[in-house]
């Protein structure tokens, strides 16, 4: 088979190459991919990859829709089923995962990081990471949900309580999970305020459910929403920007409000600026992934067409470096899909 193998670091470190097709151990099962996207954590495996145990050459990405070839063991789902990937290898024992919070998982492994991943024509997955996904789907919105999109449902609606009448602010809308962030948010039933910069990305950000759109490169950010909420502030912020964003963030939420991130793009030590954060008693929440109920209900949402992933541009598997360079590409505003 073929896939996205990363050798060494850096852009000309990721090949498209020949590779073994693995077969299913018990309980696992052999998935023929439809459709991967990628992700800004690709990015970092393949430019620098520190503090996550791996070994390289590994099949890169982490999260793909595809159709099950092969089964070895017992299980609910058929073969030639479509089932999306739960990006963990978790488990079921640990008492994180007796809890139900997957993410939280003593033993997890994640594909693209610390194990084999999802750019490849077969991975073979356990199967109590598969989850099934209608016929009727777009092979490369699904291929979205895995990683941005349960992500952000975990920000907006577990961590951040998001519902309606409630004032969100989603700053840097343009990446893949702030994209998801803006247009869970409106389905939550909030007002949406987020930051982008330039009238392309403005207009895009407006279509994916903002009300209002701040451009962070010539207005003052805090100074905007505190006009636009009457001088209270946002019940919630979104933030995976970091250093560069963070003061302006934290001086956006109201008393008692929360800022959820689960990234830190620009630097991850920004001033905690502690003053703020007890007189006003703001929250701040730290997020990565989902669980499985979270994703259920996430792909219930996709499949009933209350939502639809944003995609940015796609390419072939073969094309991956291509794909990796819109990735970083400052004009790129949803997400970057590989069809395999
Ligand atoms: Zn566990």
């Given at each position: 088979m073929k896939a996205i193998i990363l050798?060494?670091?850096?852009?000309?470190?990721?090949l498209y190459k020949e590779c073994q097709t693995s077969d299913p151990a018990k309980g696992e099962a052999l998935v023929r991919m439809e459709a991967v996207s990628l992700n800004r954590v690709d990015l970092y495996m393949r430019d620098n990859g520190a503090g996550i145990t791996h070994t390289l050459p590994q099949i890169m990405g982490v999260d793909g829709i595809g159709r099950i070839e092969k089964i070895n063991g017992s299980s609910s789902l058929d073969v030639g089923q479509r089932v999306i990937v739960y990006p963990y290898h978790y488990c079921g024992t640990c008492e994180h995962c007796l809890q139900g919070?997957?993410?939280?998982?003593?033993n997890a492994q994640i594909l693209g990081e610390h194990c084999d991943g999802t750019f490849a024509q077969y991975i073979t997955m356990p199967l109590q990471s598969l989850l099934p996904i209608s016929e009727d789907c777009d092979a490369k919105k699904a291929a979205?949900?895995?990683v941005a999109y349960l992500t952000a449902w975990r920000m907006v609606f577990?961590?951040?309580?998001?519902?309606?009448?409630k004032t969100a602010l989603i700053v840097g809308a343009g990446g893949g999970v702030a994209c998801a962030s803006v247009q869970l948010a409106k389905l939550a039933g909030c007002k949406v305020i987020a930051t982008t910069t330039g009238p392309d990305k403005m207009e895009k950000t407006k279509n994916a459910g903002a009300g209002h759109v701040i451009d962070y490169a010539h207005e003052d950010v805090a100074k905007n929403v505190m006009q636009l909420t009457k001088g209270k502030g946002v019940d919630f912020a979104i933030d995976n920007v970091g250093e560069t964003t963070w003061s302006s963030t934290i001086r956006a939420i109201k008393r008692g409000g929360k800022i959820v991130t689960?990234?830190?793009?620009?630097?991850?030590?920004?001033?905690?600026d502690l003053q703020r954060l007890f007189i006003r008693q703001l929250s701040i929440i730290g997020s990565t992934m989902g669980d499985l109920t979270e994703f259920a209900r996430l792909i219930n949402a996709f499949e009933s067409g209350l939502l639809e992933p944003v995609i940015d541009s796609v390419y072939p598997l073969s094309e991956s470096t291509k794909a990796f360079d819109r990735l970083e590409a400052p004009e790129r505003f949803g997400k970057v899909v590989l069809t395999v």
């Amino acid at each position: 088979m073929k896939a996205i193998i990363l050798e060494q670091r850096g852009r000309e470190g990721a090949l498209y190459k020949e590779c073994q097709t693995s077969d299913p151990a018990k309980g696992e099962a052999l998935v023929r991919m439809e459709a991967v996207s990628l992700n800004r954590v690709d990015l970092y495996m393949r430019d620098n990859g520190a503090g996550i145990t791996h070994t390289l050459p590994q099949i890169m990405g982490v999260d793909g829709i595809g159709r099950i070839e092969k089964i070895n063991g017992s299980s609910s789902l058929d073969v030639g089923q479509r089932v999306i990937v739960y990006p963990y290898h978790y488990c079921g024992t640990c008492e994180h995962c007796l809890q139900g919070d997957q993410p939280l998982c003593l033993n997890a492994q994640i594909l693209g990081e610390h194990c084999d991943g999802t750019f490849a024509q077969y991975i073979t997955m356990p199967l109590q990471s598969l989850l099934p996904i209608s016929e009727d789907c777009d092979a490369k919105k699904a291929a979205c949900l895995g990683v941005a999109y349960l992500t952000a449902w975990r920000m907006v609606f577990t961590k951040a309580q998001a519902s309606a009448g409630k004032t969100a602010l989603i700053v840097g809308a343009g990446g893949g999970v702030a994209c998801a962030s803006v247009q869970l948010a409106k389905l939550a039933g909030c007002k949406v305020i987020a930051t982008t910069t330039g009238p392309d990305k403005m207009e895009k950000t407006k279509n994916a459910g903002a009300g209002h759109v701040i451009d962070y490169a010539h207005e003052d950010v805090a100074k905007n929403v505190m006009q636009l909420t009457k001088g209270k502030g946002v019940d919630f912020a979104i933030d995976n920007v970091g250093e560069t964003t963070w003061s302006s963030t934290i001086r956006a939420i109201k008393r008692g409000g929360k800022i959820v991130t689960c990234g830190a793009t620009s630097g991850s030590n920004p001033s905690a600026d502690l003053q703020r954060l007890f007189i006003r008693q703001l929250s701040i929440i730290g997020s990565t992934m989902g669980d499985l109920t979270e994703f259920a209900r996430l792909i219930n949402a996709f499949e009933s067409g209350l939502l639809e992933p944003v995609i940015d541009s796609v390419y072939p598997l073969s094309e991956s470096t291509k794909a990796f360079d819109r990735l970083e590409a400052p004009e790129r505003f949803g997400k970057v899909v590989l069809t395999v």
